[in-house]
């Protein structure tokens, strides 16, 4: 029977807070133990504009997983999402071994998958951005393309394409500043719509192409797959508050009212 350690997720949205802490085994098994919910104040669009009611609001959240879990959270994976994110498409490439030695090449190892994605990563972007997120899309050793998975396989050359996610250091700081207040450690950012792409989707759907849409409160997350890989990300800063914040002024009523008159008559 396998050792349960305990993880603990947040998703951030612009509407609502979700805390989750769940146990899981080295034998890849898992159970959710407290889930904890708070509304989101202090955020729009996915990017904070008042730490303080931020603060407030994850800890509401944290608290709640917590009483219904009984441990305490220590570190979090957080989910981010918001129009600072931006996707692109890159490709590395790298010689495997000494191909002089061989005239067919060396066996591929984790080592030169590695450097081939680091390849991938040599792109001039802005001191304020860093890379998130490196998704493989597809592998070409020599002459051969498609290829998902090229350890173990014979070559000279080895090329990635591969999807980059870039993020906004600022914006992540300022959640850094957040979980710091509360004594949290942040273990790694992750995109909230990849999380949800790997969660719902089969593989065949990621084989033969799917477009996943989450339209949530302040954004709409659109992640496209193709051929087993990320093609496209795009956060477009839209949400479900924009028809909420519509029919608030054209019948000139409160916030409150008109998300109730959206959910009971669509």
Same mark, same amino acid.
């Given at each position: 029977?396998?050792?349960?350690?305990?993880?603990?997720?947040?998703?951030?949205?612009?509407?609502?807070?979700?805390?989750?802490?769940?146990?899981?085994?080295?034998?890849?098994?898992?159970?959710?133990?407290?889930?904890?919910?708070?509304?989101?104040?202090?955020?729009?669009?996915?990017?904070?504009?008042?730490i303080?009611?931020?603060?407030m609001?994850?800890?509401?959240?944290?608290? &709640?997983?917590?009483?219904? /879990?009984?441990? @305490?959270? =220590?570190?979090?994976? %957080?989910?981010? +999402?918001?129009?600072?994110?931006?996707g692109?498409?890159?490709?590395?490439?790298?010689?495997?071994?000494?191909?002089?030695?061989?005239?067919i090449?060396n066996?591929?190892?984790?080592?030169?998958?590695?450097?081939?994605?680091?390849?991938?990563?040599?792109?001039?972007?802005?001191?304020?951005?860093?890379?998130?997120?490196?998704?493989?899309?597809?592998?070409?050793?020599?002459?051969?393309?498609?290829?998902?998975?090229? &350890?173990?396989?014979?070559? /000279?050359?080895? @090329?990635? =394409?591969?999807?980059? %996610?870039?993020? +906004?250091?600022?914006?992540?700081?300022?959640?850094?500043?957040?979980?710091?207040?509360?004594?949290?450690?942040?273990?790694?950012?992750?995109?909230?719509?990849?999380?949800?792409?790997?969660?719902?989707?089969?593989?065949?759907?990621?084989?033969?192409?799917?477009?996943?849409?989450?339209i949530?409160?302040?954004?709409?997350?659109?992640?496209?797959?193709?051929?087993?890989?990320?093609?496209?990300?795009e956060?477009?800063?839209f949400?479900?508050?924009?028809?909420?914040?519509?029919?608030?002024?054209?019948?000139?009523?409160?916030?409150?009212?008109?998300?109730?008159?959206?959910?009971?008559?669509?």
């Amino acid at each position: 029977m396998s050792e349960q350690k305990v993880i603990c997720g947040i998703d951030i949205g612009t509407t609502k807070i979700v805390a989750i802490i769940a146990e899981y085994g080295d034998d890849g098994s898992f159970s959710i133990i407290g889930i904890g919910e708070s509304k989101s104040n202090g955020l729009e669009r996915g990017v904070i504009v008042n730490i303080k009611d931020t603060i407030m609001s994850l800890d509401l959240a944290i608290k &709640e997983a917590e009483k219904q /879990s009984k441990y @305490e959270v =220590e570190s979090v994976f %957080v989910g981010i +999402s918001g129009d600072h994110i931006v996707g692109m498409n890159g490709m590395g490439v790298v010689s495997v071994g000494d191909a002089t030695n061989n005239s067919i090449g060396n066996v591929i190892d984790e080592d030169d998958k590695d450097r081939v994605l680091k390849s991938a990563q040599a792109i001039n972007l802005p001191s304020e951005r860093r890379v998130l997120h490196v998704l493989s899309k597809h592998f070409k050793v020599d002459n051969r393309a498609g290829i998902e998975e090229p &350890e173990g396989l014979t070559g /000279s050359r080895l @090329e990635a =394409e591969v999807h980059l %996610v870039t993020s +906004s250091r600022t914006t992540e700081n300022d959640f850094k500043t957040c979980f710091e207040e509360l004594g949290i450690e942040i273990k790694a950012f992750v995109l909230e719509p990849l999380a949800s792409s790997y969660s719902i989707l089969s593989r065949d759907e990621k084989k033969l192409g799917s477009v996943m849409i989450d339209i949530g409160g302040g954004t709409t997350d659109v992640v496209t797959w193709e051929d087993g890989g990320i093609t496209n990300t795009e956060i477009i800063p839209f949400g479900g508050e924009i028809i909420t914040q519509d029919i608030a002024r054209t019948i000139g009523c409160s916030i409150d009212v008109a998300d109730n008159l959206k959910r009971k008559y669509g």
